[in-house]
Each structure stands twice: as C-alpha cells, then as structure tokens.
Nanobody, 124 residues
Framework: QVQLVESGGGLVQAGGSLRLSCAAS????????TGWFRQAPGKEREFVAA????????YYANSVKGRFTISRVNAKNTVYLQMNSLKPEDTAVYYC?????????????????WGQGTQVTVSS
C-alpha cells in the first residue's frame, strides 16, 4: 500500500512558476512509475506527465511539453513537477498517481494509487 500526498500548489500570475511535490509512504515507492494528472473545473481529468521508476524516462502531454519538468528523488520517496511559464489554462487541481511494477503511462485507469490533489490557480 502506498499513500501519496501532494503539496506546492497555490496562486501565481501568468508567466510564473510553481513546483509541486508528491511525497509517498512505503519503502517500495522507488519501483513505482508515477504520473501527474490535472482536472480543471467542469472538465475531465487529463494526463500531464509521467516518469519511470528509475527516473530515466519521462513523458509529457503536448500542452505542457517544454514548460513542465517531472523528476524524482527515490531516496526521498518524492516526485516533483516543476511548472514554468504558467498560463491561465493550467489552472486545475493537480494529482499524482503511482503504479507498481509497470511502465509509465498516460492512461489514468492503469494507476493504482492517487493523492488528494493540490490546487493550482494561474491568474491572467
């Protein structure tokens, strides 16, 4: 069992930056592929970025490519999402998710564990 807790959300002006953190419990988290998803008001949850268990491979949605960077420090059981050049359309609740013993993926249904989410609001 893994518990995920996101932090780092907040209010920022367009063009600004935020770094989200996803802290995990459990000694085996280093073997879990991890993803970030987001859900804007009135919209379905969507994929943002994913990272392999080792951190050697990453995958991004086209809408954030070149602006967001996903990374992880397994010794700290933490995955990060650095968000730069933020836009109002990035406003959403951001969730991290983890899946054991699997490849990283953009498919939401393949993730077994989810955090409660952290709000990111970008003002214009």
């Amino acid at each position: 069992q893994v518990q995920l807790v996101e932090s780092g959300g907040g209010l920022v002006q367009a063009g600004g930056s935020l770094r989200l953190s996803c802290a995990a419990s459990g000694r085996t988290f280093s073997s879990y592929a991890t993803g970030w998803f987001r859900q804007a008001p009135g919209k379905e949850r969507e994929f943002v970025a994913a990272i392999s268990w080792s951190g050697s491979s990453t995958y991004y949605a086209n809408s954030v490519k070149g602006r967001f960077t996903i990374s992880r420090v397994n010794a700290k059981n933490t995955v990060y999402l650095q968000m730069n050049s933020l836009k109002p359309e990035d406003t959403a609740v951001y969730y991290c998710a983890a899946r054991p013993n699997g490849a990283y993926t953009r498919v939401e249904a393949l993730y077994d564990y989810w955090g409660q989410g952290t709000q990111v609001t970008v003002s214009s």
